[in-house]
């Protein structure tokens, strides 16, 4: 592993999803390019790691104290809680919540050794505890079986302090065909079916 | 732009093939790793490019001189053509090859506008008229339209130098079924039968 090339190939494979076919193909690209692109990408890999940390209020990833969401103006009465900053990115890009969130990063999976004080959870009941403008809890964890456990556990640990739960609803995807949908989510579909307005 | 994570997002995507999603999950990995698995990813980068040239030999990408290939011992007497790096790499891969290669740097594209002098050609016919102890070329190009165009051009300008021309056979990958084969391909493995042996 003493040619650089090969370490780079190396260092590029060891990220999620990524192989050695495919890091070779980026690193070759990476090298066609002017220096400064490559440059760039490393400037910026040393500028994040290490300086980011969880955003003390959301656990949402953040170089400074608060996430650029928990500092910007939002809606303090809906908390959105969900497992991973991907989803919270994905809900955030709907533009259709305007509340705060909070990151649990991960879900209950007791196989997996994950209970409760592995996740972001006491911080949860914390913020929850210390603020009574918090009104609705949106529970928007995946709809999986490690997903629904993590929801069946919070809204009974949030109960007691007397918010409305809520959680994001399982059926169908928009433009999808009943005819190819697996019958999980058919059968969830079915048993949460909403009156015709 | 002022958020260092959007900046990492930002530049990962620029990479080819991934996406903003893609590249949001790469950045989210390697903010949870320790801050040495994206120091060294950086570090790997800044060590790499700048340094990277063009093998003063068959033209595959070095830090060094002489790639590693050029400088250990292979057969002097077959000298391998392809397109990219990543074609040498995938033939490297299986073993088979002993020789030598030559890499083009891409294939003739007139729409594209790459000519004769976009590619590493000037540098493969130098090549073989200072060595004679070549014997045979081997053109491994795509069995594309491009990479037929440049077989033919190249053989029709190698012809003079008196060397063994040869190409890949090109025809049903080995454990593919004949049904589902496209009509390009078995017509051409058709006309490439060999004798059964």
Do not use: W
């Amino acid at each position: 592993m003493t040619n650089p090339i090969d370490t780079l190939v190396h260092e590029l494979a060891k990220l999620p999803g990524i192989g050695e076919r495919t890091a070779m193909r980026l690193a070759i690209h990476v090298l066609r390019q002017p220096p400064e692109f490559g440059h760039r990408l490393a400037h910026s890999l040393n500028e994040t790691v290490g300086k980011v940390h969880f955003c003390e209020e959301c656990c949402n990833i953040t170089t400074e104290r608060l996430c650029h969401i928990c500092k910007s103006e939002r809606d303090e009465a809906t908390l959105c809680v969900v497992e991973d900053i991907a989803d919270l990115q994905a809900i955030e890009k709907t533009h259709c919540f305007r509340g705060k969130y909070h990151v649990l990063h991960g879900a209950l999976s007791p196989v997996d050794g994950i209970g409760p004080d592995e996740l972001k959870i006491l911080e949860l009941l914390t913020r929850i505890k210390a603020s009574s403008a918090i009104k609705e809890i949106v529970i928007a964890t995946n709809p999986s079986v490690t997903g629904d456990a993590t929801a069946l556990y919070l809204a009974k640990i949030i109960a007691p302090y007397n918010k409305i739960i809520t959680r994001l609803a399982s059926g169908i995807p928009v433009g999808s065909h009943i005819e190819f949908i697996d019958r999980n989510t058919l059968s969830r579909a079915m048993a949460s079916r909403v009156s015709f307005q």
